[in-house]
């Protein structure tokens, strides 16, 4: 039996660290490994130096380094692996959430778009339309006004229409948010232009009856996700 | 010598087998013992030795214990319950395997 000496392992060991093996839980086996082997050539009546030199010729330039990668890779295989693609998964599903919440939490146009009580001449929904006489789908409030009464944004955003259309006659529509546009139209006058940014409360135009319309009222329609809703439903006490 | 292919599917039969014979074994030890037995043909590298045996000890197969041996120190493995459970199951299913296997290659005569 041959036993190899402090100063022995201590040299092999050193030559581990050269070839970069790090991985402790296996620097302290494979050093006891080569040992071993060493010990082996030697009895064999290989010197220690040629026995040595031998072991490490053995496996070659990155062969250790290959086998620390595999034995952490082979741990990494199922369990951690899996732990990563779970987190990875549950992280996911974390900011999909959070975005939704955050959609939701999207405040909706809360102020009324004209000052004071005005009277609601036209709900929101299926009504008869006053001039066409045919039931049509009504989409937004229309609020009785006298011409050139401050029309307000009901809430921050920016404008993205500003322009005269047929029915609507002078209109503006704010994007408030990834939700939320409002739409004001009949307006007497428009004192936005496109892509300005407004705050809540801020005037915009003048109520007018600039369009298909029986007289000077604001017809004020909400947009949540691309499709009419009721403003009623949002307005503050 | 066997092909690599060939002994991957079968390193963890054998270490659990022997370390259920032996009792306890380290790694040099387990690579030197199946040269012997196998009279050569068989030649575990270190390269799938050790990642096997850390395998194993994550899966809670093996225990380890460390023993200082002269100026170094040495890691035995043994089996745990479950280690010993699995030895079991991996001897029968290599049984069934090399019996099947038997069965499609030996040659088929039509009578
Ligand atoms: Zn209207």
Redesign the interface.
């Known amino acids: 039996m041959i036993?190899?000496?402090?100063h022995q392992?201590?040299y092999i060991a050193n030559r581990l660290d050269q070839a970069g093996i790090d991985y402790l839980?296996?620097r302290?086996?494979?050093?006891?490994?080569l040992?071993?082997?060493v010990e082996?050539h030697m009895v064999d009546g290989l010197s220690f130096s040629q026995a040595t030199h031998e072991v490490f010729a053995a496996?070659g330039k990155d062969?250790m380094q290959?086998?620390q990668r595999?034995?952490i890779?082979?741990?990494q295989?199922k369990?951690q692996l899996m732990k990563r693609l779970a987190l990875l998964v549950l992280g996911l599903l974390l900011i999909s959430f959070t975005m939704m919440w955050a959609r939701q939490q999207d405040d909706p146009p809360s102020r009324r778009p004209l000052n004071g009580e005005h009277v609601v001449t036209s709900a929101f929904g299926q009504r008869m339309h006053p001039i066409l006489k045919k039931h049509k789908m009504h989409f937004g409030v229309d609020f009785k006004a006298p011409l050139g009464t401050p029309v307000m944004a009901t809430s921050d955003g920016e404008i993205v229409k500003a322009e005269f259309r047929e029915k609507y006659g002078n209109m503006i529509v704010i994007r408030h948010d990834d939700t939320f546009e409002t739409l004001y139209s009949q307006l007497s006058e428009i004192q936005v232009k496109v892509g300005q940014t407004i705050k809540k409360g801020e005037q915009i135009g003048l109520v007018g009856s600039s369009g298909m319309s029986t007289g000077p009222h604001l017809h004020y329609e909400v947009h949540k996700d691309g499709k009419a809703v009721n403003p009623e439903g949002f307005f503050g006490p | 010598m066997f092909s690599k292919e060939l002994l991957k599917g079968t390193l963890k039969t054998i270490v659990l087998h022997l370390l259920e014979e032996q009792g306890k074994m380290?790694?040099?030890e387990i690579?030197?013992y199946v040269r012997e037995r196998s009279e050569g043909q068989l030649e575990l590298t270190?390269?799938a030795l050790?990642?096997?045996l850390?395998?194993l000890e994550?899966d809670g197969l093996v225990a380890t214990e460390?023993v200082q041996?002269?100026?170094?120190?040495?890691?035995y493995y043994r089996l745990t319950a479950l280690g010993t459970e699995a030895a079991g199951r991996k001897r029968e299913e290599f049984a069934l395997f090399t019996a099947t296997m038997r069965m499609i290659l030996t040659p088929k005569w039509n009578t």
């Open positions: 036993a190899l000496s402090e392992v201590y839980p296996l302290e086996e494979l050093l006891d490994h040992c071993c082997m082996d496996f062969g290959k086998l595999q034995t890779l082979q741990l295989n369990s | 380290y790694g040099y690579a030197r270190e390269g050790y990642p096997t850390h395998k994550a460390k041996v002269g100026h170094r120190t040495r890691k």
